[in-house]
Nanobody, 114 residues
Framework: VQLVESGGGLVQPGGSLRLSCAASGFTFSSYVMSWYRQAPGKERELVARIFSTGGSTIYAGSVKGRFTISRDNAKNTVYLQMNSLKPEDTAVYYC????????WGQGTQVTVSS
């Protein structure tokens, strides 16, 4: 099982980034996929989740209206489009897959700073 995140980096406030998470080793389409983040000195928190059937989504209140989670089951990939980024969005972002158990990626750093 492997989850590989990409797309992180340094961006100015108000900018955009698109994170990708490429999955392998399990039946991607059956899993609930989520993005979490962890800022220095803080606990890991759920950012966004997309369900396996119907594609319904949930978002943390702090990112609602700015971030969009999506998935491409043909490519075994989940995305996080992040717009109107703020300094408080700075964190390591982790991809998570959950069904009967949970898998995690290694994380990708997102830094929002001028």
């Amino acid at each position: 099982v492997q989850l590989v995140e990409s797309g992180g980096g340094l961006v100015q406030p108000g900018g955009s980034l698109r994170l990708s998470c490429a999955a392998s080793g399990f039946t991607f389409s059956s899993y609930v996929m989520s993005w979490y983040r962890q800022a220095p000195g803080k606990e890991r928190e759920l950012v966004a989740r997309i369900f396996s059937t119907g594609g319904s989504t949930i978002y943390a209140g702090s990112v609602k209206g700015r971030f969009t989670i999506s998935r491409d089951n043909a490519k075994n990939t989940v995305y996080l489009q992040m717009n109107s980024l703020k300094p408080e969005d700075t964190a390591v972002y982790y991809c998570n897959a959950f069904l009967h158990g949970a898998y995690w990626g290694q994380g990708t750093q997102v830094t929002v700073s001028s």
